[in-house]
């Protein structure tokens, strides 16, 4: 089971961009999907999560900004960045889980069982 993430990279304040997850080694229709990201000096926070049926939760940092979504056909994840702001400066991770998919604000790291390496973001005002 691989999650590999791309599209990180530089952006100025109040641009966009995409980032993608493919995955390989499972069928990543059938799992909870979702973007992390960890910041400097901060923890691993949850940023966006789909499930199977497509249905989505946002944390309330980049609600409105962000969308998450996925093309089982591709077995990849995607997460496209509106508008961003220098504090979504952060390395990004895609990770699924065997779980059912709660509200991102109920889902703990642990119930992920399976993480990409990341994907750096960096926005500069």
């Known amino acids: 089971v691989q999650l590999v993430e791309s599209g990180g990279g530089s952006v100025r304040a109040g641009g966009s961009l995409r980032l993608s997850c493919a995955a390989s080694?499972?069928?990543?229709?059938?799992?909870?999907m979702g973007w992390f990201r960890r910041a400097p000096w901060k923890g691993r926070e949850g940023v966006a999560i789909i499930d199977r049926e497509g249905s989505t939760s946002y944390a309330d940092s980049v609600k409105g900004r962000f969308t998450i979504s996925k093309d089982n056909a591709k077995n990849t994840l995607y997460l496209r960045m509106n508008t961003v702001k220098a504090e979504d400066t952060a390395l990004y991770y895609c990770?699924?889980?065997?779980?059912?998919?709660?509200?991102?604000?109920?889902?703990?790291?642990?119930?992920?069982?399976?993480w990409g390496q990341g994907t750096q973001v960096t926005v500069s005002s």
């Open positions: 080694g499972y069928n990543s229709s059938s799992f909870c």
């Open positions: 990770a699924a889980s065997h779980f059912s998919c709660r509200p991102i604000a109920t889902m703990w790291r642990t119930d992920f069982d399976y």
